[in-house]
Nanobody, 116 residues
C-alpha cells in the first residue's frame, strides 16, 4: 500500500495563482493516469484535470480549461496543478488520485480558498 499527499493550497485573491503538488508512494503512480479532483462541502468530488502515465495526453474540465495546467514528474513520483486566474468558484478542497480512482488512496487534500 502507499499514499498520496497533497500540498500547496492556501488563501489567494481572485486573479491570483497557486501551484499544488501531490507526492505519491506505493504502486498507484507508476503506469497510471493521474488526476486532480475537487470537492466543495455537500457536493460530489469532480475530476478537473487528467494526465496520462507518460504525460502526453491531458484533459481538463471546461470550468478550468485555459487557466489550470496539470503536469507530472515521474522521477519524483509527483503530480502538479498550476492554477492561474483563480476565481472564487475555484474554492474547494483539492485531491489527487489515479484515473479511475483507487479509493483506498484518497489523501487529506489541500484547501484552496479564493477571495473576491
Amino acid at each position: 500500500q502507499g499514499e498520496l499527499v497533497e500540498s500547496g493550497g492556501g488563501l489567494v485573491q481572485a486573479g491570483g495563482s497557486l501551484r499544488l503538488s501531490c507526492a505519491a508512494s506505493g504502486s498507484i503512480f507508476s503506469f497510471n493516469d493521474m488526476g486532480w479532483y475537487r470537492q466543495a462541502p455537500g457536493k460530489q468530488r469532480d475530476l478537473v484535470a487528467r494526465i496520462s502515465s507518460g504525460g502526453v495526453l491531458i484533459n481538463y474540465a471546461d470550468s478550468v480549461k485555459g487557466r489550470f495546467t496539470i503536469s507530472r514528474d515521474n522521477s519524483k513520483r509527483t503530480v502538479y496543478l498550476q492554477m492561474n486566474s483563480l476565481k472564487p468558484e475555484d474554492t474547494d478542497i483539492y485531491y489527487c488520485n489515479a484515473v479511475p480512482v483507487r479509493t483506498t488512496y484518497w489523501g487529506q487534500g489541500t484547501q484552496v480558498t479564493v477571495s473576491s
